[in-house]
Nanobody, 120 residues
Framework: VQLQASGGGSVQPGGSLRLSCVAS????????IAWFRQGPGKERERVSC????????PYSDSVKDRFTISRDNAKNTVYLQMNSLKPEDTAVYYC??????????????WGQGTLVTVSS
């Protein structure tokens, strides 16, 4: 099982980015993928999660109404659309997978991370 995250970069405050996470090697379509992030000097935070049927977990308060998670099962890809970016969104963003549910733990497969820097 492999996850490949991409799409990070540098952007000014108020800008947008779309992250992608391509999954491969799964024997079933029934897996949930979450986006986590870890900013400098901060603990890892789960941003959002989506199940194979498209059900989304609640977004973290810090990104609610600005970020949107989506999924294209035909492409084995999960996206994180990030709008109205703030400097505090600066972090390494990771995607992770687990079977079935967007539970609070049990994410055993992790992507390599993609850096998002929001700065003027």
């Amino acid at each position: 099982v492999q996850l490949q995250a991409s799409g990070g970069g540098s952007v000014q405050p108020g800008g947008s980015l779309r992250l992608s996470c391509v999954a491969s090697g799964f024997t079933s379509d029934n897996y949930a993928i979450a986006w986590f992030r870890q900013g400098p000097g901060k603990e890892r935070e789960r941003v959002s999660c989506i199940r194979s049927n498209g059900d989304r977990s609640p977004y973290s308060d810090s990104v609610k109404d600005r970020f949107t998670i989506s999924r294209d099962n035909a492409k084995n890809t999960v996206y994180l659309q990030m709008n109205s970016l703030k400097p505090e969104d600066t972090a390494v963003y990771y995607c992770a997978a687990r079977p079935w549910l967007c539970a609070s733990s049990g994410f055993r497969s992790w992507g390599q991370g993609t850096l998002v820097t929001v700065s003027s």
